[in-house]
Each structure stands twice: as structure tokens, then as C-alpha cells.
Nanobody
């Protein structure tokens, strides 16, 4: 089975930083576009950041300049470095893998990020 496991969430003060990690199955990781999504209570899930197999990246406007997505294929891991966190960043963050050959999506279980003073 394909698995994605997130870690690194927690409680942080506004202006602080967190780094999320997501470890994926070797069978699909290298050939998958990886992404981080987030969902706040009562809101629709949104794409936060995406990194393709060639390492090109995309970010939602609200996190540009603050968040950085990266991947380490040797470790089957994608990261989301989050700096200058704001209360509106509070959400459950989900790791996503889209396998390029089948276009099948795989999802992690989510990790809670809470930004509050």
C-alpha cells in the first residue's frame, strides 16, 4: 500500500516557524508531484505549495515569501518550511502525492498547525 506520513505540526506563536515533513512510499515518490494542502474548520481545502518531479514549485499567493517546499528523493520526503507564521495559517496540513503515470492521488492523515499567541 502507498502511505504518506506527515509530522512536524504543533502550536507556534505568530511570527514563528515550523517545518513539516512527509515521508512517502518508495514505489511512487520519485514519479509523483508532491504537494501540501491545508484545511481550516468551515473552509474548503486549498493547495498551499506544490513541487514537481523536476523540482519546479508553485505556491498560493498568501504564503509566497514565507513558505518553502522542497523534496529529498533519496529520503522519499517532502518538506514544508513555514516562516513568519500568521494566525490565518492555522489549519490541518495534508501531504499529497500525484503519481504522474496514473494521476492517482494519495493523501496523508494530516497534521495540525495552530498559530496563536
Amino acid at each position: 500500500q502507498v502511505q504518506l506520513v506527515e509530522s512536524g505540526g504543533g502550536l507556534v506563536q505568530p511570527g514563528g516557524s515550523l517545518k513539516l515533513s512527509c515521508v512517502g512510499s518508495r514505489s511512487i515518490f520519485r514519479d509523483s508531484t508532491m504537494a501540501w494542502y491545508r484545511q481550516a474548520p468551515g473552509k474548503q481545502r486549498e493547495l498551499v505549495a506544490r513541487i514537481s518531479t523536476d523540482a519546479s514549485t508553485n505556491y498560493v499567493d498568501s504564503v509566497k515569501g514565507r513558505f518553502t517546499i522542497s523534496r529529498d528523493n533519496a529520503k522519499n520526503t517532502v518538506y514544508l518550511q513555514m516562516n513568519s507564521l500568521k494566525p490565518e495559517d492555522t489549519a490541518v496540513y495534508y501531504c499529497n502525492a500525484n503519481f504522474v503515470y496514473t494521476r492517482v492521488n494519495y493523501w496523508g492523515q494530516g497534521t495540525q498547525v495552530t498559530v496563536s499567541s
